[in-house]
Structure formats: structure tokens, C-alpha cells
């Protein structure tokens, strides 16, 4: 028999409702959840102006359609907050609804939930959610230009490690392959967060304006400031931080099992959102769960010819980034653990 219990998903940016779906996140918490599929919905974000999905959207506006505002007896069923929370008590469910968010839905949901009196757009929160848990999402913000090192450049340990390569005394070139290894890094962060931020047009797009998404995404943000002012979550929600965070850690050592001229470790949260904007909402109580990977590279500077040295980026990024959250089987029963909590 299946348990009453009301769910709302709420994707990302630039995303759709079928990325609920194609990583089995949905089905999952069906299937092992033993939910109630009539009460598990998938929010969607409307139309823009120019009749395509609004997924690039003012967050405030789309926001609106889970206060019910704007939408039509159908979008009703898979999109109103509301609507939900009565369908589930109808069933002899609880009144009070699960938000599931991924990236930018949970700064779409902590908007919504912030609306104790009714907005601009006529978003008004009506105190039926109970549980809010956000999968990448950048509460602080993301700042696409602020791209992680793998070492730091002003140490003296880089310094020296560059003058052995000068002097031909490391001939496997180990600053020239960290700065490499930097490069595709930093390419790999930059089309992960402009995704987030910006996102790739299909060719049938045509927007009538700008996305708002940067501007309302970037840490210095009123709209951020706004959310993140103590009070703005209301205090009885139970609201959980869902974050990936992939760690390198950089070793260089003089000769095999020598002493260590450079030993560093850097975080690159999933890739687009930094761990540290995700894994808490400031100004409200939230637990964070993380799933990290961490990977160490080591190099071995010796005297004489160049031992070989892997130089590939295969595997650094596992299921912990952005865009794979969704379909890692750890986040998934994670987040079921938090349903029957």
C-alpha cells in the first residue's frame, strides 16, 4: 500500500521536468519510498512570453506558479503548493508538503517560502510546507570568474618546484602538467557554472529579454541578501542542504617516496555551485549532507629521464558534480533516508 506522503519537485536552471525522470531520482523514491505517485509532482516552470519553457525566467515569477498564481485547472495539480498540500490531506496524508529542489529550484523555493505577505508577482506562502531539501543549490551564490587553483602560485614550494624545472632537474615537468591539468580544470568549471548562470540556447529559442538568472545568482545579489537575512525561512521548516564536493589534492615529491616539496588540496565543490555556497542556507538552521569525492595526484620529480606521468583528466569528475547529482544512487537514498526520517 502506498504512504500519503505530498512531494513537489523543482528543477534548475535551464533544466525541464524530465530531469526528475532520466536519472531515475523519481522513480527511486517511488519504488523504494513506497510513495503515493499521485502525491509525488513535478513542478514546471511555465511559458515564457515567446510561447517556449520559461527555464531562463525571473526566479520571482516562476516562483509565483507554486503559490498558485497564474495557472490553469491542469497546471493546478502538478504545480500549486496548495493544491498539493489539500490533495494529500483528501488521501489522509499530512497537510504539510516536501520540497525537493535541485540548483536554482531551491533558491526558487526558499523565495516562495519567504513570502508571508503577498509580492509584486502575488506569491504568497500559506505555511503548508514541512520539509525543504535543496540538491546544489547555490545559496550563496556563484561567482562564474572564481575559478580554484591546484597549487597555490606565491608558495615557496611552487617557487622552488619551477626552478628545478628551469635548471632541467625535473625532467617529468610537473608545474607545467599542474598548469595543464588547471587549464581543463577551469574550462571544466566555466561551462559548468555558465550553464547554471547562462546556459546554451536551443536553436528554436528566442528570447524577448535577457535572462535576470546572473544577476539574481551572483553573491552580491539583493535578491540573495533579501533570502538570506535571518527570519526569511520560516523557523519550522526542516530544511536540509544537499551538496556535492569534488577535492583534489596535489603532491609533488623529490624522488619515489621522498620528501614532499608541495602537498595542497583544493575543494571544487561540484564543479558549478563551491561547496561552501551550498552546503548551508545562511540565516536559517539546515543541516548539510555532503557527498565528496576526493582524488589525489601525485607527481615524482626525478633526476633523469622523465618517468611517465598520467596527464589525464578521466575520472575527476565523478557523480558528485552538478549536472550528475540527481542520478548518483548515494543522493538518491539519501535524500529516501530523509523522507522517512
Keep these: 500500500m502506498s504512504h500519503p506522503l505530498p512531494v513537489m519537485f523543482v528543477h534548475g536552471f535551464n533544466g525541464d521536468p524530465g530531469d526528475w525522470t532520466d536519472g531515475g531520482f523519481r522513480q527511486y523514491l517511488l519504488e523504494h519510498g513506497g510513495l503515493d505517485p499521485d502525491l509525488v509532482r513535478i513542478f514546471r516552470y511555465g511559458l515564457a512570453e515567446d510561447g517556449t519553457y520559461n527555464n531562463r525566467g525571473d526566479l520571482r515569477r516562476i516562483a509565483a506558479r507554486l503559490a498558485g498564481v497564474g495557472l490553469t485547472d491542469a497546471e493546478r495539480l502538478t504545480c500549486s503548493v496548495d493544491q498539493l498540500s489539500a490533495d494529500s490531506v483528501a488521501r489522509g496524508g499530512p497537510s504539510h508538503v516536501t520540497l525537493i529542489a535541485h540548483s536554482l529550484g531551491g533558491i526558487i523555493s526558499r523565495y516562495y517560502l519567504a513570502q508571508a505577505a503577498p509580492d509584486t508577482f502575488g506569491t504568497h506562502y500559506r505555511g503548508n510546507v514541512g520539509r525543504l531539501i535543496t540538491i546544489g543549490s547555490p545559496h550563496r551564490g556563484v561567482d562564474t570568474l572564481e ?51 547562462e546556459g546554451p540556447l536551443p536553436e528554436s529559442r528566442v528570447l524577448l529579454t535577457d535572462s535576470p538568472i546572473p544577476e539574481q545568482l551572483a553573491p552580491d545579489s539583493p535578491l540573495l541578501a533579501g533570502l538570506n537575512q535571518p527570519g526569511s525561512l520560516p523557523a519550522n521548516i526542516d530544511a536540509h542542504c544537499v551538496y556535492g564536493d569534488i577535492r583534489l589534492r596535489v603532491r609533488v615529491l623529490l624522488g619515489a617516496g621522498g620528501v614532499s616539496l608541495l602537498d595542497h588540496a583544493v575543494s571544487f565543490g561540484d564543479l558549478a555551485v563551491p561547496a561552501r555556497s551550498a552546503r548551508e542556507i545562511p540565516g536559517a538552521t539546515s543541516t548539510p549532507h555532503e557527498y565528496s569525492t576526493e582524488k589525489l595526484i601525485e607527481l615524482t620529480l626525478r633526476f633523469g629521464p622523465a618517468a611517465t606521468e598520467s596527464r589525464s583528466l578521466a575520472g575527476f569528475f565523478p557523480e558528485t558534480q552538478h549536472g550528475r547529482l540527481l542520478s548518483n544512487p548515494e543522493v538518491q537514498d539519501g535524500v529516501l533516508a530523509l523522507l522517512n526520517d
Excluded: C, M
Excluded at 608558495?155 to 617529468?172: D, I, Y
Design 147 to 197: 575559478l580554484t587553483k591546484l597549487a597555490p602560485r606565491n608558495s615557496v614550494a611552487w617557487g622552488f618546484v619551477r626552478l628545478l624545472e628551469k635548471l632541467g632537474l625535473a625532467p617529468a615537468l610537473p608545474a607545467q602538467a599542474i598548469d595543464a591539468w588547471e587549464t581543463a580544470l577551469d574550462q571544466s568549471q566555466r561551462e559548468a557554472r555558465e550553464k547554471l548562470a
